[in-house]
């Protein structure tokens, strides 16, 4: 009993330092912004207390509104695109009888290692207007479909969403599919032995058992859209208007272009508490799930 205490007394001598350090980096600059958003500040003059004042104003704030509902909606695209349908690739290439399973899987992670503003070069490129491909497409095919992609106040910020679940899919989808291969095949050999189709093995069989993987790709791709910012400057500088800005993008003006620190931090701290809810959220149902299977 003694050597087990004098154990723990010597790990925690020795992880007490990096403790500290990581509390440093981590929770000071979360508490600074917290304190900051009580005050009106421009970076030069003297702070001034204004109390919940950045506050009410955010919640009066016609583009804090945009910016939370654009939030929400490109969380929602990289739910689709990556959790969904990055599931739904993993189950069809577990399937040995699928030729260049290796070439596919490789492909949809080429993405993920290219620079984000490669990526939003490229797409610029693709969803040009005049010789873009995709209008080209359309116009080819006879199909009066041909949009403004970044410049339609209705569809840019779907674009911008689009872009991002592209490049990060394959992310996803290695982690799933990681996940995927590592149950036991012993489960699914007894499964199709008792006359389970392929199908059903998926459903009842490696589903349930990549649940927590499921939730985690499920917080990373929420969390994801919540603080997207790179690829709405690169594609429309949050344009047109205000039609694609996020919290990310608004704290980032708000605080650097037009130095109202104080409201840029309010705005992160609305932002914090929308991950920490959204994590709590998806926490809950999985597990409540789980529970009643």
């Not at 939370?68 to 739904?88: C, D, P, Y």
Request: aromatic share 14%; net charge positive.
């Amino acid at each position: 009993m003694n050597k087990v205490m004098a154990d723990k007394k010597a790990i925690m001598i020795f992880t007490l330092p990096c403790l500290i350090f990581f509390g440093l980096i981590a929770f000071y600059p979360v508490f600074q912004t917290v304190i900051m958003s009580f005050f009106d500040w421009d970076g030069l003059t003297t702070k001034t207390f204004t109390g919940l004042a950045n506050y009410i104003k955010l919640f009066q704030d016609r583009i804090f509104w945009t910016s939370f509902r654009n939030s929400f909606l490109v969380a929602g695209v990289l739910m689709v695109f990556e959790v969904i349908l990055g599931t739904f690739l993993t189950l069809v290439l577990m399937d040995k009888r699928i030729q260049c399973r290796k070439f596919i899987r490789s492909s949809l992670f080429i993405p993920v290692v290219l620079s984000v503003t490669v990526v939003c070069q490229l797409w610029s490129s693709i969803l040009n207007p005049e010789i873009g491909l995709i209008n080209q497409i359309f116009s080819a095919l006879g199909l009066d479909f041909q949009q403004q992609w970044l410049s339609d106040k209705h569809v840019a910020i779907l674009v911008v969403a689009f872009v991002n679940a592209w490049q990060y899919m394959g992310y996803q989808f290695v982690i799933i599919y990681s996940a995927a291969n590592s149950i036991p095949t012993d489960y699914i050999e007894a499964s199709r032995i008792d006359g389970a189709t392929r199908w059903q093995t998926n459903f009842y069989i490696i589903l349930p058992m990549l649940r927590d993987t499921l939730r985690n790709c499920l917080i990373f791709a929420v969390t994801g859209g919540f603080n997207i910012y790179s690829q709405m400057q690169l594609l429309t500088q949050g344009g047109p208007g205000t039609a694609t800005y996020s919290l990310t993008y608004m704290t980032f003006r708000s605080a650097f272009k037009l130095r109202k620190y104080g409201y840029g931090c309010t705005s992160a701290v609305s932002l914090m508490l929308m991950c920490l809810a959204s994590i709590a959220v998806i926490n809950m149902l999985m597990c409540k799930k789980k529970e009643n299977e």
